[in-house]
Nanobody, 115 residues
Framework: QVQLVESGGGLVQPGGSLRLSCAAS????????MGWYRQAPGKQRELVAA???????NYSDSVKGRFTISRDNAKKTVYLQLNSLKPEDTAVYYC?????????WGQGTQVTVSS
């Protein structure tokens, strides 16, 4: 059974930081691309950051320079470090795992940036 379990969300003030984690099970983690998406109320889900099996990364323009995605294949975990958070970063953040023939999603973790 495939599971992606996110953690690390919460309430933070503008300018603050959070670290999200996504622990995977039931998949060959090391060969799969992993990504973080987010969805704010009333908006479409959007890609925030992705990391390929070779460790190469890409980011949306809105988070470039503030967020960092990384992976630990031994722990089957992907991370998203969120720095210099802004109110517009408020959303549910979802972990995604992409393979040749399938894609899996976690249940999401809420990030709220507010003073």
């Amino acid at each position: 059974q495939v599971q992606l379990v996110e953690s690390g969300g919460g309430l933070v003030q503008p300018g603050g930081s959070l670290r999200l984690s996504c622990a995977a099970s039931g998949i060959l983690f090391s060969i799969r691309a992993m990504g973080w998406y987010r969805q704010a109320p009333g908006k479409q889900r959007e890609l925030v950051a992705a990391i390929a099996r070779d460790g190469s990364t890409n980011y949306s323009d809105s988070v470039k320079g503030r967020f960092t995605i990384s992976r630990d294949n031994a722990k089957k975990t992907v991370y998203l470090q969120l720095n210099s958070l802004k109110p517009e970063d408020t959303a549910v953040y979802y972990c995604n795992s992409v393979g040749p023939t399938n894609s899996y999603w976690g249940q999401g973790t809420q990030v709220t940036v507010s003073s």
